[in-house]
């Protein structure tokens, strides 16, 4: 599998902004595994869900601040998991984890997934 | 015509019936401490008013040591009537000491009346009424007043008309003949005014009347014992245990002779039993019977409540009927008050006399402020016995499980986390899911 660069070709004019990331999305497209978009989707309805619960708190209310902490930490958590899963499975990136095989990362993702949504139920009433 | 015919007999015989069964909320003995010089027989119908309320009356003279006010320190009598103004000396258990130490009692007061002459030395009288709040003009200086008085050659003996209160209950108007003292009160709030000297008047040697005003008109004012604000009759109720004491500055006041002036008949009598009832506890006694406090959800009280708590506070206060010797619940009382007090009141509200006869309520929401609380009742008016009552209970603050759960602005929150959780499963289960079809694909390439 090639390594991950996506700026090969882009121009240096003004105009090619769009030019560009149009293809960063499509080297993005091509240049990325299957399994790794799974986890991007997921890391992005993770920010999305955290910018919103950040948002209500800030602009509607804090009140019940423990609820608040669980569920935005849940959201922090679960990305800095994902995205250390992602590091380990990455194929971009697997040279620099060679003792752990995916299945072991897949593993400590899953355990520490569930510790943290643990900690978050408890919290969160 | 006819209901005034009726409310004549009424009153002619509540005056009838009235003081046959008239009978202390404190007890029956009563001393009465006389002069060597005073005939008793002088003051028979005063005697017999007493006697026929249900009084027992012992007297003992200055001079003889029997029988005592207290026996080992238990008082003998209830009640003490000190009519011996010229005595220079008391007996060690009439002393001023003595009589301060009886009437303070907590719990078994002795109630005192003390009647007062203008002649009046510098006795222990004089000082007893420093312990009061009392001060008397100089010796052998009785009330004028040429605008009150009977007779213009005798400025001494004035007619006076005393207020009607509700603390002279059996006095209901009428002329009094007074000839004797006046007196100074301080700003003691335990003083009770009965009846003032009238503003006309003055205190003077009678011999020389006009010298006491000449000697005040030359030293501009001062010295001159004068005025409307001078008192004749001055109760005195102890805080603690509510005895009674009564300051009376004539003498004629209780004497049979002062039953008519001149032919008509003054209401002496009457305004001197009046006085004797309110000394004796007979009249304006109050006491608190119960207290209760609780949630107004539950039915019985508790020892602590927790913050914000809707609590509701009783108490039950009957009032003396001297009439029928019986306690009676009385809701006539509308300025009570209930404090919620920790170091400060941090809540005062007002006690309503709710519909059951003798119960005062109160209803309020328990501050948001955890602690040792007490309810506390402090009612003092002139001339009432002081009600006092305080109820000490904890304010606990919520606990742990006590506070709403899965509050409505939470749910943004819950739903984060809950569709975090799903997204992990979701994920995982197609992490795995796809992982095989990676697999095969490898495989087949």
């Not at chain 2, 209803?363 to 009600?387: N, Q």
């Amino acid at each position: 599998m090639p390594p991950k660069k996506v700026t090969p070709a882009v121009s240096q004019s003004t105009s090619a902004i769009s030019g560009a990331l149009q293809d960063l999305v499509q080297s993005y497209k091509d240049n990325t595994p299957k399994r790794v978009k799974l986890i991007d989707a997921f890391l992005l309805f993770i920010v999305l869900s955290g910018v919103a619960q950040f948002a209500y708190c800030v602009l509607v209310t804090t009140f019940p601040f423990n609820a608040f902490l669980a569920g935005f930490g849940s959201t922090i958590g679960q990305f800095v998991l994902t995205a250390a899963f992602r590091a380990q499975v990455n194929p971009a990136t697997r040279s620099q984890f060679t003792i752990i095989s995916p299945e072991r990362a897949f593993a400590d993702f899953c355990f520490g997934s569930i510790v943290l949504h643990f900690f978050v139920y408890n919290f969160l009433g | 015509m006819q209901p005034s015919l009726f409310s004549w007999l009424g009153i002619a015989l509540t005056m009838l019936v009235a003081p046959t069964w008239a009978k202390s909320s404190s007890g029956d003995k009563v001393l009465v401490v006389t002069d060597a010089k005073l005939e008793m027989t002088d003051y028979s119908q005063f005697w017999d008013g007493l006697r026929s309320r249900g009084y027992d009356l012992t007297f003992r003279k200055t001079s003889e040591d029997a029988p005592a006010t207290s026996v080992f320190d238990v008082p003998s009598f209830s009640h003490i009537i000190v009519l011996a103004p010229s005595a220079k000396t008391y007996p060690k258990d009439l002393s001023p000491q003595s009589l301060v130490h009886l009437l303070s009692d907590s719990k078994q007061p002795t109630n005192i009346l003390f009647v007062l002459q203008p002649s009046t030395p510098s006795s222990p009288l004089r000082d007893l009424g420093r312990e009061f709040g009392i001060s008397f003009p100089p010796p052998a200086t009785p009330l004028i007043d040429y605008f009150n008085a009977v007779s213009p050659s005798n400025a001494t003996s004035l007619l006076l008309s005393p207020p009607l209160s509700p603390h002279t209950a059996g006095f209901e108007g009428g002329k009094i003949l007074y000839s004797g003292v006046s007196h100074l009160r301080s700003s003691n709030p335990l003083l009770v005014d009965f009846l003032n000297a009238p503003a006309t008047s003055y205190a003077a040697d009678p011999s020389e009347p006009a010298d006491a005003i000449m000697e005040a008109a030359a030293s501009g004012g001062e010295g001159l014992w004068a005025g409307g604000r001078m008192g004749l009759v001055t109760g005195f109720e102890v805080l603690l245990g509510g005895g009674r004491a009564m300051w009376v500055g004539s003498l004629e006041l209780f004497k049979d002779a002062a039953a008519s002036v001149d032919g008509e008949a003054t209401a002496n009598n009457a305004y001197a039993l009046a006085l004797a009832a309110w000394t004796f506890q007979e009249t304006s006694v109050l006491r608190i019977d119960a207290v209760e406090h609780r949630r107004i959800s539950e039915t019985s009280p508790r020892e602590q409540y927790r913050i914000k708590d809707d609590v509701i506070y009783r108490i039950h206060v009957s009032k003396f009927d001297a009439t029928i010797g019986e306690w009676v619940p009385t809701s006539e009382i509308d300025d009570m008050q209930l404090e919620f007090t920790m170091l400060d009141p941090h809540i005062r509200t007002a006690l309503k006399p709710s519909s059951a006869e003798g119960w005062y309520e109160a209803e309020f929401k328990a501050p948001d402020r955890h602690g040792v609380f007490k309810f506390i009742v402090d009612w003092r008016r002139k001339g009432y016995t002081p009600l006092h009552s305080s109820t000490t209970v904890s304010v606990v603050p919520f606990r742990h499980n006590e506070y709403p759960r899965f509050l409505s602005s939470a749910w943004p929150y819950y739903l984060g986390a809950l569709s975090t959780s799903a997204a992990f499963v979701l994920f995982c289960s197609l992490w795995l899911l796809g992982g095989d079809e990676e697999a095969k694909k490898k495989k087949t390439q």
